[in-house]
């Protein structure tokens, strides 16, 4: 998606885009938690933790377990 035509900056595009694969990664694989952050980029787990948890509210594990 283009940011132009989300009419959105860029850099919320990216992280929706993100939070969209590291809920489908959460959800239909049972990759762990590092390999997820390793996969979209990230250098470290806790980050990418962090990160997951300010726009969802839940850190990557226990979404994945309210998921399951």
């Known amino acids: 998606?283009?940011?132009r035509a989300a009419?959105?900056?860029a850099v919320e595009v990216i992280?929706?885009?993100i939070i969209?694969?590291?809920?489908h990664q959460l959800i239909y694989t049972d990759n762990a938690?590092?390999?997820i952050a390793?996969?979209?980029n990230f250098n470290d787990s806790p980050h990418f933790v962090k990160y997951f948890k300010r726009f969802t509210n839940y850190p990557p594990k226990t979404f994945?377990?309210?998921q399951g």
Do not use: D, Q, V
């Not at 969209?20 to 809920?23: A, D, F, I, L, Q």
């Open 1 to 3: 998606m283009c940011p």
């Open 7 to 9: 009419n959105l900056p």
């Open 15 to 17: 992280s929706e885009f």
């Open 20 to 23: 969209s694969e590291t809920k």
């Open 33 to 35: 938690i590092y390999e």
């Open 38 to 40: 390793f996969r979209l």
């Open 64 to 66: 994945r377990i309210k």
